[in-house]
């Protein structure tokens, strides 16, 4: 196992080259990642940097309870819906809606789980896809969606409408395919109609099949070649994610579990309202992004991933069917070992599609969904703590609210903050086994980049930021002098420039 | 078109208007259907004249020149809620020139205060923003002027958010003419002009303001908030999602005193 600080601080850094990949590509938000080498083109210091800042948790405080919900997604444009529902299940609190009704909680249900499966399409299909299908050193001018299209238009197209269809469930739960309001303190603000129910049940076997297709895509890519996806940015990590009261994954509630690295559950069942003494959010001078880790293990030990990977091998169980059956070949194919290649990430994510769109179709079903109690409050609270399993991740929302109503405190941990450490320390891995003494080339450092992408980093959620796409990497020799630059531009030409 | 009960009518953009003596030109002119945006004018209250979103044009006219060549000489400019309707006036509404004005006004409000109406729980229901769609408010055009102020929380059942004021003294007039409380002023000149509340301690939870109160139920835009009830109509059902603000008319009518 890779020590986390490794390669984190060189020595001597005043006396390395250093090569910047800024912004990081195919990821939402922006980031960058440094390299510093010496003159054999050895690596020793990699950091993956967060360098924007935005600061909701402060423009929240002052703010009304009723209207964070609906404010505070906007952080996001990728998994907004994460974030509203986070923040109803906090406000929950503050309107002393301990249960909410069946139907207020089936419609959040189905609007969170239409967007666990838009993200993980767009995330698979858009953007990581081109990696997987072409080759992480493949032209680059065919690496990207378009090239896909070109290529497999098949995949495509299925990776665009299963997108469309998530979107598609947000939209009629929420009034919006993004930024909808329908999730309010207490409840949801409608529930479904019989027509729009139907018009979603429709397509929802459709959706099942493409997702079972997606799954053989990437259990395919794994079995032919084990020793690349199996190992890639390899993060021996402990493990976190909520499960539900019996041990089965949930994306919407539950209680938090930790497998450590082995897969041993080093805690279980434990209420996320505590998560602030459980966590704490350490801070290093070179990223605006926070490094949470697990108090009781301290920074250099307590570090942890979440999202996918974490989550199909935190829990006991997947509730639906097919996408249980695809969790059991899974955990068979690492041999009674968790799988901590970073790659694995994608499979874990399209079993997790599949469980998705299987769920949906549950709940359109269900006739709760079409019921007219929607609306449920109690004692009034100060104090709500929510937290949900967004695509990237365990989302913890916790605010404060005064007597006047208004908002006097409010704490975000997003899902790729709590992947901060793992992240950097699966850039490190990539780093040290692909580039170490090599001459550097557009390819390679792509390499950097996959690692990053599986994990589908939200850096706007994570630092509150929008970015840019476009790369500019710079290789500057020990004097700090520029001796070779490369340019990737927003339709994905690249150009090297000396100098 | 027939003529009002006395008989008058005037032209709003060659249009037949009938009217009735006393009546306004706005309140002549939703009456019969024809739309006139407007922001500080209400049926109810008397006409204030301070947005200026309703300016039409009066008797313009057209001359001919000596060498020949026609130009038209625009007729005055006039609040529509303040000028009284006279028989066989030619007035000019949706003229290029006033929806061009007409935006400009909208966008000068929309940086004056911080409209921020994804989060704005009067999104949907609001008059500034319904205006902005019906004139084609594609941007800010003027830079934000990032005004700073506070959120006041203290009533009970209400909050107000000055952030979103725009000046138009309805709930002034609402609670002065019709809750006989003069909850609500305006304090200060010119770019500090602002709403205030009138206490002692200057909180609206000082005041005898309840949720019941026409001043609480007048706001055109996001000031005056029913706390606890934000974001309960879905998207789809809220009063501008049905129709936009221009498209009936008479709901802004004076309504007609049964004798």
């Known amino acids: 196992m890779m020590h986390q600080f490794e390669l984190e601080t060189a020595r001597n850094p005043e006396a390395l080259r250093r090569i910047v990949i800024e912004p990081v590509s195919r990821v939402e938000g922006h980031g960058k990642v440094t390299i510093l080498l010496d003159d054999d083109n050895k690596v020793h210091q990699v950091r993956l940097h967060i360098v924007e800042f935005r600061g909701f948790e402060k423009f929240i405080e002052g703010r009304p309870y009723w209207e964070v919900p609906v404010l505070v997604q906007r952080l996001c444009g990728i998994c907004p819906v994460s974030h509203h529902l986070a923040a109803s299940k906090a406000m929950d609190m503050i309107v002393g809606a301990a249960q909410l009704t069946p139907t207020a909680e089936k419609i959040r249900r189905l609007m969170h789980y239409g967007q666990m499966l838009q993200s993980h399409a767009l995330h698979f299909f858009h953007l990581s896809s081109p990696d997987l299908l072409f080759g992480f050193d493949s032209d680059?001018?065919?690496?990207?969606?378009?090239?896909?299209?070109?290529?497999?238009p098949d995949v495509a197209k299925?990776?665009?409408?299963?997108?469309?269809?998530?979107?598609?469930?947000?939209?009629?739960?929420?009034?919006?395919?993004?930024?909808?309001?329908?999730?309010?303190?207490?409840g949801v603000n409608k529930p479904l109609t019989p027509e729009e129910r139907d018009y979603l049940l429709k397509d929802a076997d459709q959706m099942v099949a493409w997702s079972v297709d997606a799954v053989r895509i990437i259990k395919q890519l794994h079995r032919a070649n084990p020793g690349l996806y199996d190992r890639f940015g390899e993060v021996e990590s402990t493990m976190m994610s909520l499960v539900d009261p019996s041990g089965d994954l949930d994306f919407y509630h539950g209680a938090l579990r930790a497998r450590d690295a082995a897969g041993e559950v080093m805690f279980d069942q434990v209420s996320y309202q505590g998560y602030h003494t459980l966590l704490t959010e350490g801070?290093?001078?070179?990223?605006?992004?926070?490094?949470?880790?697990?108090?009781?293990?301290?920074?250099?030990?307590?570090?942890?991933?979440?999202g996918p990977l974490a989550r199909i091998q935190n829990c006991d169980r997947i509730p639906t069917p097919q996408a249980e059956k695809e969790r059991l070949e899974f955990v068979a194919h690492g041999n009674g070992k968790p799988m901590h290649g970073s790659l694995g990430f994608h499979w874990a994510r399209m079993i997790e599609m599949l469980c998705a769109a299987e769920t949906i179709k549950t709940l359109l079903l269900d006739p709760d969904i079409t019921g007219a109690d929607i609306m449920t409050g109690g004692p009034r609270g100060y104090e709500g703590i929510g937290v949900i399993e967004a695509p990237r991740g365990t989302l913890f929302h916790h605010y404060r609210v005064d007597d006047d109503d208004?908002?006097?405190?409010?704490?975000?941990?997003?899902?790729?903050?709590?992947?901060?450490?793992?992240?950097?320390?699966?850039?490190r891995d990539v780093a040290r086994h692909y580039l170490d003494g090599r001459e550097l080339t557009e390819g390679l450092l792509n390499h950097i980049e996959v690692a990053i992408r599986c994990f589908d980093p939200c850096l706007s959620c994570a630092t509150h930021a929008l970015g840019k796409m476009p790369l500019e990497v710079e290789l500057l020799d020990a004097a700090g002098i520029l001796v070779d630059r490369m340019v990737k531009d927003e339709t994905g030409g690249v150009r090297q420039s000396l100098a | 078109m027939?003529?009002?009960?006395?008989?008058?009518?005037?032209?709003?953009?060659?249009?037949?208007?009938?009217?009735?003596?006393g009546q306004t030109i706005i309140q002549a002119a939703l009456s019969a259907g024809k739309y006139i945006p407007h922001l500080c004018y209400h049926p109810e209250f008397k006409p204030h004249g301070s947005c200026k979103l309703c300016t039409v044009r009066i008797d313009s006219r057209t001359i001919t020149t000596e060498d020949g060549q026609t130009v038209k000489i625009p007729g005055r400019a006039a609040a529509s809620c303040t000028t009284p309707a006279q028989d066989g006036q030619h007035v000019e509404s949706e003229t290029p020139e006033l929806l061009d004005l007409r935006r400009t006004l909208v966008q000068m409000l929309l940086v004056e205060g911080n409209h921020y109406c994804p989060s704005c729980e009067k999104s949907g229901k609001c008059m500034l923003q319904g205006l902005g769609y019906d004139l084609g408010v594609m941007s800010p055009h003027f830079p934000q002027y990032f005004s700073k102020r506070e959120v006041d929380a203290s009533h009970p059942d209400i909050l107000l958010d000055f952030n979103r004021c725009i000046l138009c003294e309805l709930c002034v007039r609402a609670s002065a003419e019709v809750d006989k409380k003069n909850v609500f002023s305006l304090s200060g000149r010119g770019n500090?002009?602002?709403?205030?509340?009138?206490?002692?301690?200057?909180?609206?939870?000082?005041t005898n303001i309840a949720a019941t109160d026409k001043a609480a139920n007048v706001c055109p835009v996001g000031v005056i908030l029913h706390k606890r009830h934000g974001f309960e109509v879905p998207y789809g059902q809220r009063r501008f999602d049905r129709a936009p603000i221009s498209d009936n008319p008479v709901q802004y009518a004076p309504v007609k005193e049964q004798v």
């Open chain 2, 192 to 206: 500090t002009k602002h709403l205030i509340c009138n206490s002692e301690s200057g909180l609206l939870g000082d």
């Open chain 2, 2 to 21: 027939s003529n009002g009960q006395d008989g008058k009518s005037f032209f709003l953009d060659d249009e037949e208007i009938p009217f009735e003596d």
């Open chain 1, 283 to 306: 801070v290093k001078p070179w990223s605006y992004m926070k490094f949470p880790y697990i108090t009781a293990l301290g920074d250099e030990k307590g570090w942890y991933k979440v």
């Open chain 1, 406 to 427: 208004l908002v006097t405190y409010a704490n975000l941990i997003v899902s790729t903050t709590n992947n901060n450490t793992a992240m950097n320390v699966a850039v």
């Open chain 1, 140 to 152: 680059v001018a065919q690496r990207n969606i378009v090239g896909v299209a070109a290529a497999n």
């Open chain 1, 158 to 186: 299925k990776g665009v409408l299963l997108r469309k269809f998530g979107q598609e469930v947000i939209r009629v739960t929420s009034g919006k395919r993004v930024h909808g309001t329908g999730s309010v303190p207490g």
